[in-house]
């Protein structure tokens, strides 16, 4: 089962997440909120986790069009990209496909969708 768009980087942890806002903002995508896994995990349970971290990105043109299509797609906004570090020291980088979230509960919003896939995808290339 593929989870989303998914990448291994020979890069590590750090230089992925430095990264990766530059790549978002080559494809219309500001970062609008940032989950610290491992430290929300160790605050609460106390439990140490590996480096990971989730990175809430928007593309406002294409969200406000979808909006536009439908109201409650904002209980799938904004499109999340993750960035974990491997036990190797690489990174590992997936944003969510929303040709498999969006598209799928929406006809709709299939062609929305599937540029926000295709832009996401180039994002991922790109780090």
Do not use: S, W
């Not at 043109?61 to 909006?67: D, P, T």
């Not at 974990?84 to 990174?91: N, W």
Request: hydrophobic content about 50%.
């Amino acid at each position: 089962m593929t989870t989303g768009i998914r990448r291994e980087l020979a890069i590590g942890y750090d230089e992925a997440l430095a990264r990766l806002p530059e790549a978002l903002k080559t494809e219309g995508f500001g970062v609008l909120t940032e989950i610290d896994i491992a430290a929300t995990l160790k605050k609460k349970l106390d439990v140490d986790f590996r480096r990971y971290k989730i990175l809430g990105a928007c593309n406002p043109a294409l969200a406000h069009k979808a909006l536009g299509i439908m109201l409650e797609i904002g209980v799938m906004l904004p499109c999340n990209v993750i960035v974990y570090e491997r036990d190797d020291g690489g990174a590992t980088v997936v944003a969510i496909d929303p040709a498999q979230t969006i598209a799928a509960h929406e006809p709709a919003l299939a062609g929305i969708a599937a540029e926000v896939r295709e832009r996401l995808a180039r994002v991922i290339d790109r780090i």
